[in-house]
């Protein structure tokens, strides 16, 4: 924009890539919940759940970009993947693998950072900013040109990768991050008696108050300064 005059961005081959590495870049955070205990990982069954989760939503995404063609309109470069999602059953395989490994990918880099602590954040943040930017560029390159059987047969080995590093991070949620062992009823108890047991044995009970505490006080002090006028 230049003063009052308004330049009008028609979308394009480049907006559509941008917009799909943004779903498979947000996944994790739409996946996880920061209010619960477990970060939204929760410690049993989640490999099935983050697994199924993760292809499920890479094809409801998919068949939504379907109607990204016709947003584009003639913006579209014939033959590109962006211009033949819609009719062209190479070009949407090739999307679905892109979200694939883009969320498994997403999901795998945030699950250390978010159950590990700030520490093991801290060590992936440089590689995190670099995946950030790696999906935003795949995605133009993804959707700006033609479907071939090297782009193909590369997102099949990302997608499956991230699938594969995706479940090792699962398994390993409870070594990450080890549970905090609660006691038994009986286990409090038998503290509790312990603590009592010290007590009477150091001799700090109800009957025997902490001395200064509960015990007579001294009056205070007065002021130095008064003390020494009523020498004079």
Not at 1 to 19: H, K, L, P, S, T
Not at 92 to 111: K, N
Not at 121 to 137: E, K, M, S, T
Request: glycine content about 10%; proline content about 7%; aromatic content about 12%.
């Amino acid at each position: 924009m230049v003063g009052n005059n308004f330049e009008i961005i028609e979308a394009d081959a480049m907006w559509m890539g941008i917009c799909a590495a943004g779903l498979a870049f947000l996944f994790s955070f739409l996946f996880m919940e920061h209010k619960r205990p477990d970060d939204g990982f929760r410690r049993e069954g989640l490999i099935p759940l983050i697994l199924l989760s993760v292809v499920a939503s890479a094809v409801i995404v998919s068949l939504v970009a379907l109607v990204w063609p016709f947003f584009l309109g003639v913006q579209a470069v014939p033959g590109t993947v962006a211009a033949e999602l819609g009719s062209d059953p190479a070009s949407f395989f090739l999307v679905l693998l892109f979200f694939i490994g883009g969320m498994a990918w997403s999901t795998g880099m945030m699950l250390p950072m978010m159950i590990g602590g700030y520490k093991v954040a801290l060590w992936l943040l440089l590689p995190y900013l670099g995946f950030v930017f790696l999906i935003f560029f795949a995605g133009v390159e993804v959707f700006d040109n033609p479907p071939s059987l090297l782009a193909t047969m590369i997102w099949v080995v990302v997608a499956l990768i991230g699938l594969a590093v995706l479940t090792v991070l699962t398994m390993l949620r409870n070594v990450i991050d080890k549970p905090k062992l609660q006691m038994t009823a009986a286990e409090r108890d038998a503290a509790y008696q312990r603590y009592l047991d010290d007590r009477r044995r150091r001799g700090l009970t109800n009957e025997n108050p902490l001395p200064g505490i509960d015990g007579p006080q001294r009056p205070p002090r007065p002021p130095r300064g008064s003390r020494r006028g009523s020498r004079r």
